[in-house]
């Protein structure tokens, strides 16, 4: 069985995060379309959940696995930046309405 790569799965999940919610706030900035911002909210909260669940896996996974912890922990910083650019599409989001 091949070996899980941390790296790749976060950077994936990261890109795909960011690019969705990225395509709800500039969806409803060109459109003024309200189904974008609704879109977003719910993505905003939907992703959130996610994410929070994929750093506790990555904690869990660095206090079980020694050798993969520098990994995860870098898997954790890298959808860690997610949490502000998320927050400041929510506020700019939030502003238009």
């Known amino acids: 069985m091949k070996n899980f790569n941390y790296l790749l799965f976060a950077k994936r999940i990261f890109v795909t995060s960011l690019s969705f919610g990225l395509i709800a706030l500039f969806g409803y900035i060109i ?35 020694k050798e993969k912890r520098i990994e995860c922990f870098q898997s954790i910083l ?9 927050i400041f599409c929510a506020i700019i989001g939030d502003s238009l309405l």
């Open 31 to 65: 459109t003024k379309h309200i189904g974008f911002a609704i879109f977003g909210y719910f993505y905003l909260i939907f992703a959130g959940i996610i994410n929070t669940l994929i750093l506790l896996f990555f904690l869990i996974t660095a206090v079980l696995h």
């Open 78 to 86: 890298i959808l860690g930046i997610n949490i502000p650019l998320s």
